[in-house]
């Protein structure tokens, strides 16, 4: 069995990958109430409800690997539009974990603009006794029809030649759309179409085989930016259902979400493509295999 203790999990998307790889969970750490209903009605109860800030490492149960999702909003360079663009201190909480427990490995996630942040890459690439490898950008449309780029860092007590994600067959947007959408459309969408917005929708055309762009968290309130393609519909175009949007992040239809729509979006935008775990958890498997047989 490989343990993995995973903080900011959000509603579990990168953990439903490690698990895919055959990780086993032992502890996730959540701030967000809505994320962790969403996490224990398809992951179980080990999610704890907490203010990561607040937890004592010494208290959590022990793990080989350490896993770091903490909020991008602050690192995202669409921060720059509103002047938000200032990282956080939540990864000193990272750093904290890392230098009381030492665990085997540590991975870190977040979006490629944490790299104009020196201190924060400093600290979580310089952590002494570690060998540490950055994976830049990992794009999700290698295996799915969403564009995501993501900053990846992997830290190993041991040497290990951490394996880049393999190319495979790429899911088609197609593959994605629901048979009966469930979506409302807002009158934003018939505004930004016809020009009303300074900028027009992307649109992704599923017959094009088109990507769609990153999934957002903000998508409930902005449903008028990001349309699929649908001669079903009035316009030609609709915004996507919360199930394709699931989709569009490697989650299998069996995974709920026993929330808002609103707060759905909200957890699918925030999370990890699952493929994206599921490679993660794959390398780490295969380092601990290695140092458990040295």
Not at 31 to 36: G, H, T, V
Not at 271 to 287: A, K, L
Request: hydrophobic letters at 40%.
């Amino acid at each position: 069995m490989v343990a993995v203790n995973s903080y900011f999990c959000g509603a579990g998307l990168m953990d439903v990958g490690l698990l895919k790889a055959g990780i086993t969970i032992n502890q996730a750490f959540e701030l967000d109430k809505d994320a962790c209903k969403t996490y224990r009605a398809n992951l179980g109860n080990h999610v704890v409800e907490c203010d990561i800030s607040e937890q004592l490492v010494l208290e959590q149960d022990s793990c080989d690997a350490m896993v770091f999702t903490y909020p991008c909003t602050k690192y995202s360079t669409i921060a720059d539009i509103h002047q938000t663009r200032t990282g956080d201190e939540l990864f000193l909480h990272a750093l904290r974990h890392l230098a009381v427990a030492r665990p085997e490995l540590y991975v870190v996630e977040n979006v490629p603009g944490m790299r104009a942040f020196p201190v924060v890459m400093e600290a979580m690439t310089k952590m002494p006794d570690y060998y540490v490898q950055v994976f830049c950008p990992i794009q999700s449309e290698q295996l799915l029809p969403q564009r995501r780029n993501r900053l990846i860092i992997i830290g190993s007590r041991r040497h290990f030649n951490i394996r880049p994600p393999e190319n495979a067959r790429r899911v088609k947007l197609s593959e994605i759309m629901d048979a009966d959408p469930d979506v409302s459309i807002p009158k934003a969408v018939t505004a930004r179409m016809q020009g009303a917005y300074r900028d027009l929708p992307i649109i992704s055309d599923p017959a094009n085989d088109d990507l769609a762009p990153t999934c957002v968290a903000h998508y409930a309130k902005d449903k008028s930016t990001r349309l699929i393609k649908d001669k079903r519909f009035e316009l030609g175009v609709r915004p996507y259902s919360v199930r394709e949007y699931a989709r569009l992040q490697g989650l299998p239809d069996s995974f709920s979400f026993p929330v808002s729509n609103t707060a759905a979006y909200r957890q699918i935008g925030n999370g990890v493509s699952v493929p994206v775990g599921e490679w993660i958890g794959g390398e780490i498997i295969r380092y601990m295999s290695r140092a458990r047989a040295a």
